[in-house]
């Protein structure tokens, strides 16, 4: 079973040997899947991601969020809490498929 220990210690260092830009989905034991922009937090009973979003192109900050944040994404992504009896598996590929370029970026990223 994925637990806090896969997300926190296993899959960086998945994404340290890949190299490269990473694609992680996360499948549910209900048939849904995410695609991960970001690990938000690991918590004993459950894991909080931020995850593009189903309908295509992520929502944006106001300009003036935009100003006075300018290190953070403008982007506003989809976040889900799963418990982690709820993941089926994780999928980590270096691949790009169609509709990877029109995402601000391609993958996972650590916070």
């Known amino acids: 079973m994925l637990d806090r220990k896969y997300f926190e210690e296993v899959l960086p260092e998945q994404i340290r ?3 490269r830009p990473v694609r992680l989905t996360v499948h549910l034991t209900s048939g849904e899947e995410y695609v991960v922009y ?3 937090a690991a918590h004993d009973p459950y894991v ?3 995850v593009y979003g189903k309908g295509g ?3 944006e900050h ?3 969020w935009q100003k006075a944040n300018p290190t953070q994404d403008a982007a506003i992504f989809d976040q889900v809490c799963v418990p ?3 993941l089926a598996h994780a999928h980590l590929t270096a691949r790009t498929t169609k509709g990877d370029d029109a995402r601000v970026l391609i993958g996972f990223q650590a916070t």
């Open 84 to 86: 982690y009896s709820c």
């Open 62 to 64: 106001s300009k003036p």
């Open 38 to 40: 970001a690990l938000l």
């Open 57 to 59: 192109k992520e929502p």
């Open 48 to 50: 909080v991601l931020k």
């Open 17 to 19: 040997l890949m190299e």
